[in-house]
Nanobody, 124 residues
Framework: QVQLVESGGGLVQAGGSLRLSCATS????????MGWFRQAPGKEREFVAQ????????YYADSVKGRFTVSRDNAKNTAYLQMNSLKPEETAVYYC?????????????????WGQGTQVTVSS
């Protein structure tokens, strides 16, 4: 079993930055593919970014490429999402997630563990 706890959310002005952290625990947590999704009010949960087990490969939604950076520190059992140039439409609950076996990186079904989410609010 893997537990995921997000932190770092908050209120930021448009154009600002936030760094989200995802602390993982569990015997195999460092061997999971890690991802980030977000869900805005009234909308479906959508893929944001994924980082491979080693951290060498990353994938991003087109809407965040060039502004967001996903990374991980396996020694600290923590994944990160650095978000720059934030936009008001990116206000959402951001979820950390982990995948045991991989699959299509942007599919919800690829991921089998989820955190509780952290609220990110971007004011205009």
């Amino acid at each position: 079993q893997v537990q995921l706890v997000e932190s770092g959310g908050g209120l930021v002005q448009a154009g600002g930055s936030l760094r989200l952290s995802c602390a993982t625990s569990g015997r195999t947590s460092s061997r999971k593919i890690m991802g980030w999704f977000r869900q805005a009010p009234g909308k479906e949960r959508e893929f944001v970014a994924q980082v491979s087990v080693s951290g060498a490969r990353t994938y991003y939604a087109d809407s965040v490429k060039g502004r967001f950076t996903v990374s991980r520190d396996n020694a600290k059992n923590t994944a990160y999402l650095q978000m720059n140039s934030l936009k008001p439409e990116e206000t959402a609950v951001y979820y950390c997630t982990a995948s045991s076996y991989g699959g299509t990186y942007y599919h919800l079904s690829t991921y089998d563990f989820w955190g509780q989410g952290t609220q990110v609010t971007v004011s205009s």
